[in-house]
């Protein structure tokens, strides 16, 4: 629907203030040289940071927790607000979306928490070094699954309204605003494209999510073993991921059933019975995070399983960078070509 207004910092600072009995509200926060998501309050609200790219946990774990008791989930009847998901996060919970509202097969656990949630979105306004959304045809500013985004420019907030949900709590709590100007829009779109540029700029020679679909497909087996060499199975990449949801049922006593996050990276994940394990070699197991995000995900559901986040690269214990690869295999098929 997007409608726009802007309104001064101190004004939107004091409205989080107010509404703190009503919402719990989560933003991102620096915490040394990292951005986290932590819960508002009065005496914090003024450092909330904005529009930085994504803060270090994705957008995911507020609608899936870790590990929870699927037979008694933890409920809260009190409403949310998550602010600060960047453009990537948004788009990655297509996916999860998919999944999980399935009209046959809905987790009431995940429809309840994203009905409850009013997601703010944030524009990015700069890059860091992994981020490659605009090679997989996102934006560096929301455009799918907020209900509001903010942009800060000149200690004003800029209100872009993007659906009913986003609406309703503008009118019902958003007071003292004004519409956006012809140049305050202007300088918004500047912003946005200068981002775009540094993006396509520093992405340079990374096939897009089509060909890197193609380039997998395609690929020998010795460039995945050569680089899940230094791959120590930790799964950072998969738990760290917006659109990763493989998960894990365990079953203990009292009828207690508890759903864990759980990843393809970790050894065992395809064991079956007589011990059997196709994805027991690590090569093997590293390539298989590639097909399931590129090749077989793409068959089965419309949303893209990989946003171009980064995190994978920057959580990466044994530093793999998958645009590297996928770089190498870009090359490789340009060469022979």
């Given at each position: 629907?997007?409608?726009y207004y802007t309104l001064?910092?101190?004004?939107?600072?004091?409205?989080?203030?107010?509404?703190?009995?009503?919402?719990?509200?989560?933003?991102?926060?620096?915490?040394?040289?990292?951005?986290?998501?932590?819960?508002?309050?009065?005496?914090?609200?003024?450092?909330?940071?904005?529009?930085?790219?994504?803060?270090?946990?994705?957008?995911?774990?507020?609608?899936?927790?870790?590990?929870?008791?699927?037979?008694?989930?933890?409920?809260?009847?009190?409403?949310?607000?998550?602010?600060?998901?960047?453009?990537?996060?948004?788009?990655?919970?297509?996916?999860?979306?998919?999944?999980?509202?399935?009209?046959?097969?809905?987790?009431?656990?995940?429809?309840?928490?994203?009905?409850?949630?009013?997601?703010?979105?944030?524009?990015?306004?700069?890059?860091?070094?992994?981020?490659?959304?605009?090679?997989?045809?996102?934006?560096?500013?929301?455009?799918?699954?907020?209900?509001?985004?903010?942009?800060?420019?000149?200690?004003?907030?800029?209100?872009?309204?993007?659906?009913?949900?986003?609406?309703?709590?503008?009118?019902?709590?958003?007071?003292?605003?004004?519409?956006?100007?012809?140049?305050?829009?202007?300088?918004?779109?500047?912003?946005?494209?200068?981002?775009?540029?540094?993006?396509?700029?520093?992405?340079?020679?990374?096939?897009?999510?089509?060909?890197?679909?193609?380039?997998?497909?395609?690929?020998?087996?010795?460039?995945?073993?050569?680089?899940?060499d230094t791959c120590v199975?930790?799964?950072?990449?998969?738990?760290?991921?917006?659109?990763?949801?493989?998960?894990?049922?365990?079953?203990?006593?009292?009828?207690?059933?508890?759903?864990?996050?759980?990843?393809?990276?970790?050894?065992?994940?395809?064991?079956?019975?007589?011990?059997e394990d196709p994805l027991?070699?690590?090569?093997?197991?590293?390539?298989?995070?590639?097909?399931?995000?590129?090749?077989?995900?793409?068959?089965?559901?419309?949303?893209?399983?990989?946003?171009?986040?980064?995190?994978?690269?920057?959580?990466?214990?044994?530093?793999?960078?998958?645009?590297?690869?996928?770089?190498?295999?870009?090359?490789?098929?340009?060469?022979?070509?």
């Amino acid at each position: 629907m997007d409608s726009y207004y802007t309104l001064p910092k101190s004004n939107w600072d004091a409205l989080l203030s107010s509404i703190l009995s009503d919402y719990d509200i989560y933003a991102p926060f620096r915490f040394d040289d990292t951005t986290e998501y932590s819960v508002v309050n009065e005496k914090n609200v003024n450092d909330i940071i904005y529009n930085q790219p994504k803060p270090s946990s994705p957008l995911k774990t507020f609608f899936l927790p870790v590990k929870e008791n699927v037979i008694n989930p933890v409920k809260s009847d009190k409403k949310r607000i998550v602010m600060g998901a960047p453009s990537c996060d948004l788009s990655g919970l297509s996916i999860l979306d998919e999944i999980y509202l399935d009209k046959d097969y809905i987790d009431p656990n995940y429809s309840r928490r994203r009905e409850n949630t009013l997601l703010i979105g944030f524009d990015c306004h700069t890059t860091q070094e992994y981020c490659h959304c605009t090679a997989y045809g996102f934006k560096s500013y929301p455009e799918e699954n907020a209900d509001i985004v903010i942009s800060l420019i000149d200690n004003k907030i800029l209100l872009n309204i993007k659906s009913e949900k986003g609406e309703r709590f503008r009118s019902s709590w958003v007071n003292s605003y004004e519409r956006i100007t012809d140049k305050e829009f202007s300088t918004l779109s500047d912003i946005h494209n200068a981002v775009r540029e540094m993006l396509i700029n520093k992405n340079a020679g990374l096939p897009d999510y089509e060909q890197t679909s193609k380039l997998i497909k395609e690929s020998d087996e010795d460039i995945w073993q050569r680089y899940a060499d230094t791959c120590v199975s930790c799964g950072a990449c998969s738990a760290i991921c917006p659109t990763c949801s493989c998960f894990l049922f365990i079953e203990r006593p009292e009828f207690e059933k508890v759903r864990s996050i759980d990843t393809c990276q970790y050894p065992g994940f395809e064991r079956v019975a007589a011990g059997e394990d196709p994805l027991r070699p690590l090569p093997k197991r590293f390539q298989n995070r590639y097909m399931c995000k590129y090749v077989w995900k793409p068959e089965k559901f419309e949303p893209k399983a990989c946003t171009g986040c980064g995190r994978c690269i920057e959580a990466c214990i044994g530093e793999i960078n998958k645009n590297d690869l996928f770089r190498e295999l870009n090359k490789k098929e340009t060469v022979t070509i």
